[in-house]
């Protein structure tokens, strides 16, 4: 089946520092890829939606400039988190959309728990 | 724009029993999915069920169907001969049938005990 992996799986971080993480569509080519956030108890809140070769699409009050997001390619596309603080400490997953199997289910990665000391 | 609705934040049942997670969504489209995922403790969002709304008949797989009301904007998932590994949060979502950007939208989640 159609799988998505992310990189790191969790990452701990000092205060003003960058953390990039990185999702890859593994056994298919994904135009489309979506970023979400999860706080402890919460649903999944979309952030962006990442696009190949084009710029991202970010959710109202989601700061572009504070989530970096590239697609160079059909198979990765990766959020940088720039100087981070405590706040943006969360669960950070991914997901595509498989369009050569009619693009009906998105498949998720397994996340990144990103804490920011 | 849409919304999508699970008033039950947490629910619990007996193993080999039957449960049923409601969800409610708003929206002016027709054509769009509705979607049940399961997310465990290790955090993996795992899909459970799809269904079409153009398709009148209840979407089923294995122990898990839905009861899809279009005209009430319901959408209830029926866990029968529950089991252990059921023991999850599971979300309900919502998305556009049309454009390859579309996005999911998902509700607050129901969290499942399942007990002995």
């Known amino acids: 089946g159609a799988v998505v992996s992310q990189h790191p799986s969790r990452v701990i971080c000092k205060s003003g520092t960058s953390v990039k993480i990185e999702c890859r569509s593994l056994d298919f080519q994904a135009t489309t890829m979506f970023w979400y956030r999860q706080f402890p108890k919460q649903s999944l809140m979309l952030m962006a939606t990442s696009n190949e070769g084009s710029k991202a699409t970010y959710e109202q009050g989601v700061e572009k400039d504070k989530f970096l997001i590239n697609h160079a390619s059909l198979t990765l596309s990766t959020l940088t988190v720039t100087s981070a603080h405590p706040e943006d400490s969360s669960f950070y997953i991914c997901?595509?959309?498989?369009?050569?199997?009619?693009?009906?289910?998105?498949?998720f990665g397994p996340g990144t728990r990103l804490t920011v000391l | 724009a849409q919304t999508v609705t699970q008033s039950q934040p947490e629910m619990s049942v007996q193993e080999a029993e039957t449960v049923t997670l409601s969800c409610t969504y708003d929206?002016?489209?027709?054509?769009?999915?509705l979607f049940w995922y399961k997310q465990p403790p290790s955090r993996q969002m795992i899909l459970v069920i799809r269904?079409?709304?153009?398709?009148?008949q209840n979407a089923t797989e294995n122990r898990f169907s839905v009861n899809f009301q279009k005209a009430a904007k319901s959408f209830s998932l029926k866990i029968s001969d529950s089991q252990l590994g059921d023991a999850a949060m599971y979300f309900c979502?919502?998305?556009?049938?049309?454009?390859?950007?579309?996005?999911?939208?998902f509700g607050t989640g129901t969290r499942l005990q399942v007990t002995l």
């Open positions: 997901s595509a959309r498989d369009l050569s199997r009619g693009g009906n289910e998105q498949f």
């Open positions: 269904q079409e709304a153009y398709k009148q």
């Open positions: 979502a919502y998305r556009l049938h049309t454009g390859t950007a579309s996005k999911l939208t």
């Open positions: 929206t002016s489209e027709s054509d769009y999915y």
